[in-house]
């Protein structure tokens, strides 16, 4: 299973755009990189998800370079309700199902 | 989106007693469901993997004796903590995939044994 690791924590401003960056080098050829949000006492959300180059959705986009051994999660103008732990998965797509493991996340703390 | 329900949100139990988690996929049908403890201010932590029909698969450490997952069908599985103690006091999280790439999140079940 690919290791990811993760900023331990990101302070940002309202209004700002955040990039946060995760690194995964063991990444296999069949993996795909999920971004997951999660805020207190609730169970983790899906936010992007993808193989490479660039996915956007209506609320952010993820950059995956050429060698796919980082990602990029960048989320447009962020407000106070953005405060939350972010989770980058690398997931196994191969046969007989996939299990992930969870990163340490990054915690990011939105200031008015 | 995939929507995962879990029941109930939060439970008390007094120690020694057994409780059971429902975790359910309402929009899809979920060939795998993931069973994740997580303590506080700390991530996620894989307990078992479950497939329809099949018996679930553990992870290093987790006491499947302790820890009874059920996968009866494409849309429901259980987590039953047996003979809970204080240390199992946690937030329980299921998952549920349809696919071989996304996992969706139940909102949670917040255990606290006295």
């Known amino acids: 299973l690919a290791k990811t690791t993760q900023p331990i924590s990101m302070d940002s401003y309202e209004g700002q755009e955040v990039n946060i960056t995760c690194s995964h080098n063991?990444?296999?050829?069949?993996?795909?990189i999920t971004w997951y949000q999660q805020f207190p006492s609730q169970g983790p959300r899906f936010i992007i998800q993808?193989?490479?180059t660039k996915v956007t959705n209506e609320v952010a986009s993820l950059f995956i370079p050429a060698d796919r051994k980082s990602s990029t999660l960048s989320l447009p103008r962020v407000s106070l309700s953005d405060t939350a732990v972010y989770y980058c998965?690398?997931?196994?797509?191969?046969?007989?199902?996939?299990?992930?493991?969870f990163g340490a996340g990054t915690r990011l703390f939105v200031k008015a | 989106g995939a929507v995962v329900s879990q029941h109930p949100s939060w439970v008390i139990c007094k120690s020694g007693t057994s409780v059971k988690i429902e975790c359910r996929s309402l929009d899809f049908q979920a060939t795998t469901m993931f069973w994740y403890r997580q303590f506080p201010k700390q991530s996620l932590m894989l307990m078992a993997t479950?497939?329809?029909?099949?018996?679930?698969?553990?992870e290093q450490g987790v006491e499947k004796d302790k820890f009874l997952i059920n996968h009866a069908s494409l849309t429901l599985s259980t987590l039953t903590v047996t003979s809970a103690h204080p240390e199992d006091s946690s937030f329980y999280i299921c998952?549920?995939?349809?696919?071989?790439?996304?996992?969706?999140f139940g909102p949670g079940t917040r255990l606290l044994v006295l």
């Open positions: 063991n990444i296999a050829t069949n993996d795909y």
């Open positions: 479950s497939n329809e029909g099949s018996k679930a698969t553990y």
């Open positions: 998952s549920a995939t349809n696919s071989q790439e996304t996992q969706y």
């Open positions: 998965l690398v997931g196994d797509a191969g046969t007989g199902g996939f299990k992930t493991i």
């Open positions: 993808g193989y490479k």
